[in-house]
């Protein structure tokens, strides 16, 4: 089982461009799913208030699917998924349905908060961008052309100074 934390280190030591990765995702969330020692702090407007560990989180879940559907003690079930471990098709289908969520939620007008964490307090919101003209290079004497950018959907995120690192 790899560290998430160490995972997440490595990654972040050999980033020199700033684009997505597929394959970063998955090898981050499977060492998340996998790591029980991997835990964050979270935080209110008075400090922090307790952690989060996503594999417990995930196993306690997936725990529960197994004891409704088949019945069997929730002791025994836990026992199951905890010696499990979550594969590269596992980790990409959880992506999957957090990305959905997104996609899905905040179109509704509702703000997401991610949480309070040591150095951030997060939330997104959906943000409807109008229709305008821009002015683009063209490789004519620097001269610039106009081009008509369609009204469409972004996500606008908001990240003010966390109250509990201003005391």
């Known amino acids: 089982m790899e560290s998430a934390r160490k995972t997440i280190s490595e ?13 970063d995702e ?26 989060f560990c ?9 725990g529960n699917v197994v004891t409704a559907t088949t019945k069997i003690p929730a002791k025994e079930a836990k026992d199951l ?10 980790a990409a289908t959880v992506i ?4 959905e969520f997104f996609n899905s939620y905040l179109p509704t007008g ?4 991610l949480g309070g964490r040591k150095t951030s307090n997060i939330e997104l919101m959906w943000k409807n961008i109008d229709e305008r003209v821009a002015g683009v290079p063209t490789k004519v004497n620097g001269e ?5 950018i369609p009204a469409h959907g972004g996500i606008k995120a908001i990240n003010k100074c966390p109250s509990w690192l201003k005391n």
């Open 11 to 23: 990654i972040t030591d050999s980033v020199n461009q700033h684009s997505a990765s597929r394959k």
């Open 26 to 51: 998955v090898i981050v969330m499977k060492a998340m799913l996998n790591d029980p020692t991997f835990s964050v702090g979270v935080y209110d407007k008075t400090g922090k208030i307790g952690d």
């Open 54 to 62: 996503p594999s417990a989180e995930f196993r306690k879940m997936i």
């Open 81 to 90: 998924v905890d010696r499990y471990e979550f594969t590269k098709a596992d």
């Open 96 to 99: 999957g349905v957090s990305k």
């Open 110 to 113: 509702r703000k997401v908060q």
């Open 144 to 148: 610039r052309a106009e081009t008509l």
